[in-house]
């Protein structure tokens, strides 16, 4: 019995975004040269070696460190729900961006979508499983398949595909609600009896996206900053940057003579 996983294809021609969108949807087709940028090429690695650099690497700090990190990525980029365009990037979604890592701005809507819809569905299933009525129908569904079949063993297995397939189907409606602004609870199978307090909107599910990898969140953000500075430097690049310091300090011996020392520090 061949089953129809909609999940199979879920990158080819950005199916995915039109069915969340509906095929009228203004989507940016805006693409960039990524190869330029940060996470992409070769860097300079500076005067800094590996042994000095400390606290200063992308994969140190806390998670709160990383919870701020984040903030300051959703506050400063914009995304395909903000209303207005902030011209802070050639692209139009460069918070979309920071997550898919894909040149253009419908790849990498299709890549959040479908993070997204993965939360989603998992949470769907599990609440489906909790519903005796649609359960049953699942089952019903299940045992006449497979007894026309000849194959009454496949009734549990069409019943599981039946509920992913309703999973899938509540998920899609999920994230058009997240699109259109709405909230959706990050767990409905607690049914808790104030889901409100628990619900999420679609630049807080982003954030759950965002703390998932720190090296790529830095690496992406700064390919964003990048961009943006190149639309007035057409040559700026983060590891060209330059920064230095001068430290002066005096003291006086035990026979009032004084001394100064000077230390340059720089990191290219």
Same mark, same amino acid.
């Given at each position: 019995?061949?089953?129809?996983? &909609?999940?199979?294809?879920?990158? =080819?021609?950005?199916?995915?975004?039109?069915?969340? /969108?509906?095929?009228? %949807?203004?989507?940016?087709?805006?693409?960039?040269?990524?190869?330029?940028?940060?996470?992409?090429?070769?860097?300079?690695?500076?005067?800094?070696? =590996?042994?000095?650099?400390? =606290?200063?690497?992308?994969?140190?700090?806390?998670?709160?460190?990383?919870?701020?990190?984040?903030?300051?990525?959703?506050?400063?980029? %914009?995304?395909?729900?903000?209303?207005?365009?902030? *011209?802070?990037?050639? /692209?139009?979604?460069?918070?979309?961006?920071?997550?898919?890592?894909?040149?253009?701005?419908?790849?990498?809507?299709?890549?959040?979508?479908?993070?997204?819809?993965?939360?989603? !569905?998992?949470?769907?299933?599990?609440?489906?499983?909790?519903? =005796?009525?649609?359960?049953? !129908?699942?089952? %019903?569904?299940? @045992?006449?398949?497979?007894?026309? %079949?000849?194959?009454?063993?496949?009734? &549990?297995?069409?019943?599981?595909?039946?509920?992913?397939?309703?999973?899938?189907?509540?998920?899609? @409606?999920?994230?058009?609600?997240?699109?259109? #602004? *709405?909230?959706? &609870?990050?767990?409905?199978?607690?049914?808790?009896?104030?889901?409100?307090? $628990?619900?999420?909107?679609?630049?807080?599910?982003?954030?759950?996206?965002?703390?998932?990898?720190?090296?790529?969140?830095?690496?992406?953000?700064?390919?964003?900053?990048?961009?943006?500075?190149?639309?007035?430097?057409?040559?700026?690049?983060?590891? #060209?940057?330059?920064?230095?310091?001068?430290?002066? #300090?005096? $003291?006086?011996?035990?026979?009032?003579?004084?001394?100064?020392?000077?230390?340059?520090?720089?990191?290219?």
């Amino acid at each position: 019995v061949d089953i129809d996983n &909609p999940l199979d294809n879920i990158f =080819e021609g950005n199916i995915l975004v039109h069915q969340v /969108l509906g095929e009228a %949807a203004a989507i940016s087709d805006i693409r960039i040269d990524t190869d330029s940028l940060a996470s992409k090429r070769s860097l300079a690695v500076g005067s800094v070696s =590996e042994s000095n650099r400390g =606290e200063n690497t992308v994969d140190s700090g806390s998670l709160w460190d990383k919870v701020l990190f984040c903030k300051y990525v959703i506050d400063h980029f %914009a995304s395909y729900t903000d209303s207005v365009d902030s *011209g802070q990037s050639a /692209l139009r979604y460069p918070l979309e961006y920071v997550i898919g890592g894909r040149n253009g701005d419908a790849a990498n809507l299709e890549v959040v979508m479908a993070k997204l819809l993965l939360i989603r !569905e998992s949470d769907n299933y599990l609440y489906l499983l909790q519903d =005796e009525i649609r359960m049953a !129908e699942a089952e %019903a569904i299940g @045992t006449a398949v497979a007894s026309a %079949a000849y194959v009454p063993w496949l009734a &549990p297995v069409l019943k599981h595909a039946m509920l992913l397939y309703w999973a899938y189907e509540d998920s899609v @409606t999920d994230l058009r609600q997240l699109f259109q #602004g *709405g909230e959706i &609870p990050l767990v409905k199978a607690l049914r808790l009896e104030s889901v409100s307090d $628990f619900s999420l909107n679609y630049e807080e599910y982003l954030i759950l996206l965002l703390l998932q990898g720190r090296e790529k969140l830095v690496m992406r953000t700064m390919d964003m900053i990048e961009v943006s500075i190149r639309q007035e430097q057409s040559n700026f690049r983060m590891d #060209g940057c330059i920064s230095s310091a001068v430290l002066t #300090g005096s $003291f006086l011996d035990m026979y009032d003579k004084q001394y100064t020392v000077t230390k340059k520090l720089q990191y290219y």
